[in-house]
Structures are given as C-alpha cells and as structure tokens.
C-alpha cells in the first residue's frame, strides 16, 4: 500500500481553508487466481474503500460501494472466464483513492474534484476472446461496467488485457 499527501494551497478558513488531499493505493496480486478467489478479493477490496474513504457513512456512499462491488466482481469474473478458461493464471488489482479532507470535516470544506474519486484497475496475462455472434445470456459485462461506473476503459495487448474502471465522490 502507497499513501501520499499533499495540501491545497489555499488561505483561510471555511470553503477556502487549506483542504488536505491524500492519494492512496491498495494493491492485490495473485500468482493463481480462480473463481473461488472471487468472492473474497471483492469483499476485502470494498471493506478497504469503506474504512479509507474519507465521506461520511449514509446512503449515497453505500450505494457507490454496491456499485464498486458489482463493476468490480464482474471485471474479476470476466478475468477468470476469458483470460483463464483453462482454470486461473496471475492477476493484479490495483485501486487508487483520492480523499480530500475528512468525515469530521464540514462537506463545505471538503474539495469537490474532477477527477476520479476512486479508480480500480484489473489486469490480467491471459488471452482474449472475442465474444460470439450469439452470446445467449452472457456477452454484457461492458454493458455493465458502464452502467456501474462513471467510466472505465478497456486495453488489450499480447501481455494480457487492463481494465480501468472510475468513480466521483458520492455526494
């Protein structure tokens, strides 16, 4: 885990105070991943966004997470079922959280970024499979991790596929 941290040059207090702006990392990597992995490289990911936050606890933040979850089980599944069809191979999943301020800190202090809030990215040595013609029920996950992120961008070469995948703040 990488931690950084920088303050806002700003004077003053109230909405022009100096607002504290840390950029953390949390990364994962598995020499084997498998389905059975899945479950628990999810949970472990959100329970580290939820304790590293930095926004107050309520319904907007629970919701960006269910979302975060649902994208991010999905970009893993994707690695276990198109990357590795033969059973697992090496995954890394890297997440970078920008905090601005703090939970104790009025929300008008808190700085209100364009830039991503969180942003994961899922990256695998494995090969890719372009979907079928007729993918009956499956052949979505794009579709999916559009319509659970605020953006994501998908990189295939001849070392493995990327996906990158971004959230705002809640509000």
Do not use: F, K
Not at 2 to 16: V, Y
Not at 79 to 95: C, E, F, K, N
Request: with cysteine; charged share 25%.
């Amino acid at each position: 885990m990488d931690a950084s941290a920088e303050t806002r040059p700003d004077a003053g207090t109230g909405p022009d105070a100096p607002t504290r702006v840390r950029r953390v990392a949390h990364e994962i990597t598995h020499d084997l991943v498998r389905a059975e992995d899945l479950r628990g490289l999810r949970s472990d990911l959100v329970a580290w966004v939820r304790a590293t936050a930095g926004c107050p606890e309520g319904p907007a933040l629970a919701d960006r997470l269910d979302d975060v979850a649902t994208a991010l089980y999905e970009a893993l599944t994707n690695v276990v079922d198109h990357a590795y069809p033969q059973g697992g191979g090496p995954l890394r999943v890297t997440a970078r959280l920008t905090v601005t301020g703090g939970v104790d800190e009025p929300a008008e202090n808190r700085a209100v970024s364009p830039s991503p809030w969180l942003e994961i990215e899922v990256a695998d040595r494995g090969g890719w499979r372009p979907a079928p013609a007729d993918p009956g029920h499956r052949g979505r996950g794009l579709q999916l991790l559009a319509g659970l992120s605020d953006g994501h961008d998908v990189q295939r070469d001849p070392g493995g596929t990327h996906v990158l995948l971004w959230w705002h703040r809640p509000p």
